[in-house]
C-alpha cells in the first residue's frame, strides 16, 4: 500500500519516509564531504567504466579483497588520490567494514565495483539526507528498477523483506540492495562482523531499531559491465535469513557495536604496489 511516511521500528521516533526525485539543488561536496566506498574484487576491467563517472571531489576508498587481475592498481592509475586498501578478511560486509573505518566523509556511500550503479543519482542520495539520517536505495519504488535481477532474486527479496517487514515492523521495499548513503552518526549502529551480502540486512534492521530517519531514494540498477557476480542466490539467500531471525531477538542493548568509539583512520593516498598494508593493522594504530 503505497504511504507517504510510516512508523518504523521499536521507537515511535523513528520515522520512514519515501523520497521523490524533485529539481531541488543536491548538497555539495564542499558543505559535506562525501565518502564513496567501493568493494572491489577482481573488478579492474569494471573500474576503468566506473571511476572515471565519480566527481573527483568524493573521498574514494576502494577496498580490495585479493584481485588477481590488478584492480587495485588500475584504480591507482586512475584515482592516485583514492585510497586503496586491502582487507584483511574475505566478502562484501568485511569489505565495507573496513570501509568505513577509513572513511573520512560527514556522510558516506555504499557504491558497488561493478558497473550496475549509476554515478549520477548520488547527488540525489545526498539530497535526501537533509532532512534524514539513512537514504536506503530501493528499486521497487517509483522512478527505480532494475535491469539485473533476475525472477529468482526478485523473488527472494520480496520474500525477505516481506519477512523484516513482519518480524521488526518496518516498511522497506528493497531489503537486498546495497547502493546506500548515511550520516557518519550512523556508524556507531552498524555491525560489528557481517562477513558477506547479509550486511545490507543487518544495517536496515539496526538502523530500524534506532531513533534515527530512514528514507528509501528510488534507484536504476544496470546490468554488471564485466565479469561475474559473486552472489550465490541461494547460499546467501539463506545467510540473509538466518540473520533477519537472529536480529528479531538481538537487545537494543546490544546495538552499538565496537564501531562505538569509531576512531577515523589516517590512510596515504596511494598504497605501494604489492604492500602488505591491511585494513585492520592500520586501525589498530589508529587506535592506539
Not at 568493494?39 to 576508498?61: H, W
Request: proline share 6%; aromatic share 8%; glycine share 8%.
Amino acid at each position: 500500500m503505497p504511504v507517504d511516511s510510516l512508523w518504523i521500528g521499536t521507537r515511535p521516533s523513528a520515522r520512514f519516509k519515501r523520497s521523490g526525485t524533485d529539481d531541488a539543488p543536491p548538497v555539495e561536496p564542499a558543505t559535506a564531504l562525501v565518502s564513496v566506498i567501493i568493494p572491489t574484487l577482481n573488478e579492474a576491467e569494471n573500474m576503468r567504466y566506473v571511476i572515471p563517472q565519480l566527481s573527483r571531489d568524493y573521498d574514494l576508498i576502494v577496498i580490495d579483497g585479493g584481485s588477481t587481475d590488478g584492480t587495485a592498481e588500475v584504480v591507482r592509475e586512475l584515482r592516485p588520490d583514492a585510497t586503496v586498501l586491502r582487507q584483511p578478511g574475505r566478502g562484501k560486509g568485511d569489505a565495507l567494514l573496513c570501509g568505513f573505518l577509513a572513511a573520512r566523509g560527514d556522510i558516506i556511500v555504499t557504491f558497488d565495483g561493478d558497473g550496475s550503479a549509476r554515478a549520477d543519482e548520488i547527488p540525489r542520495f545526498v539530497r535526501a539526507l537533509d532532512e534524514a539520517d539513512f537514504a536506503k536505495g530501493s528499486r521497487f519504488i517509483e522512478d527505480g528498477g532494475s535491469a539485473d535481477l533476475t525472477f529468482v532474486r526478485s523473488l527472494g527479496n520480496r520474500f525477505l523483506c516481506g519477512l523484516v517487514n513482519l518480524l521488526h515492523r518496518t516498511a522497506y521495499t528493497d531489503l537486498c540492495y546495497g547502493y546506500n548513503a548515511f550520516r557518519r552518526s550512523c556508524l556507531p549502529f552498524m555491525p560489528d562482523s557481517a562477513p558477506g551480502f547479509e550486511i545490507e540486512t543487518m544495517m536496515n534492521i539496526r538502523l530500524a531499531k534506532t531513533d534515527l530517519q530512514i528514507v528509501e531514494v528510488p534507484s536504476y540498477e544496470d546490468l554488471r559491465q564485466f565479469g561475474r557476480s559473486n552472489l550465490n542466490e541461494f547460499r546467501d539467500g539463506f545467510k540473509i535469513l538466518r540473520v533477519l531471525i537472529r536480529e528479531r531477538f538481538r537487545s537494543q542493548r546490544a546495538l552499538r557495536s565496537v564501531m562505538e568509539d569509531l576512531v577515523p583512520v589516517t590512510v596515504p593516498g596511494e598504497l605501494a604496489p604489492g604492500s602488505d598494508l591491511v585494513a585492520l593493522d592500520m586501525v589498530a594504530e589508529a587506535a592506539e
